[in-house]
C-alpha cells in the first residue's frame, strides 16, 4: 500500500487531535490536545500528515527557527574567521 504524504490545513486539526491522545501516555512525548495550539502550528510552521492508503498514520511537522536580528558591534571586535576551500582569510566585509 502506497504511502503519501500531505499538508495540513485547519480542516485536518480534528484528525491531528485524535493522533496526538492516542499517544499522550508516553513519557518520551508532549502531545498536543488543544485546538490553538494546532492553529499556532499551521500558522508559524508547516504540517505534513503521513497517509496510508486513505487513512491518517501519523504526522510530521517543524517550524523554521528566527535567527538573531544582529550582534551589537564592540569596539575592538572582529567578525569571525569565513574560510573557503580555496581562499586564505577573509573577515566578514559587515563588521
Do not use: C, F
Not at 33 to 60: H, R
Not at 65 to 87: C, D, E, F, I, Q
Amino acid at each position: 500500500m502506497l504511502v503519501t504524504l500531505k499538508k495540513a490545513t485547519v480542516a485536518d486539526i480534528p484528525v491531528l487531535l485524535e493522533l496526538e491522545k492516542s499517544v499522550a501516555g508516553t513519557k518520551i512525548y508532549s502531545p498536543m490536545l488543544e485546538e490553538s495550539e494546532w492553529a499556532e502550528a499551521l500558522q508559524n510552521g508547516a504540517v505534513i500528515l503521513i497517509e496510508k492508503g486513505n487513512t491518517v498514520v501519523g504526522n510530521i511537522s517543524y517550524e523554521k527557527k528566527r535567527r538573531k536580528p544582529y550582534l551589537h558591534k564592540r569596539p575592538g571586535y572582529r567578525a569571525p574567521v569565513s574560510r573557503t576551500r580555496n581562499s586564505k582569510r577573509s573577515y566578514d566585509a559587515a563588521a
